[in-house]
């Protein structure tokens, strides 16, 4: 996936990110999506709320 665009804003403790990305060249079934918190410059995910979402 290409990163098209994005915008982020947050306070305190939350934060929120929209970020577009260009078309996949063939639709997939599903995409997996991976939350993740930032501790400093490192990106640690949070598998148990990892979960696939189906493409229709």
Wanted: charged share 25%; net charge negative.
């Amino acid at each position: 996936m290409k990163n098209k665009s994005g915008k982020g804003s947050g306070s305190d403790n939350s934060y929120q990110q929209s970020i577009m990305y260009e078309p996949f060249p063939v639709l997939p079934q599903a995409i997996t999506i991976r939350p993740y918190v930032r501790n400093d410059d490192e990106k640690v995910y949070i598998p148990e709320l990892e979960f696939d979402l189906r493409v229709q």
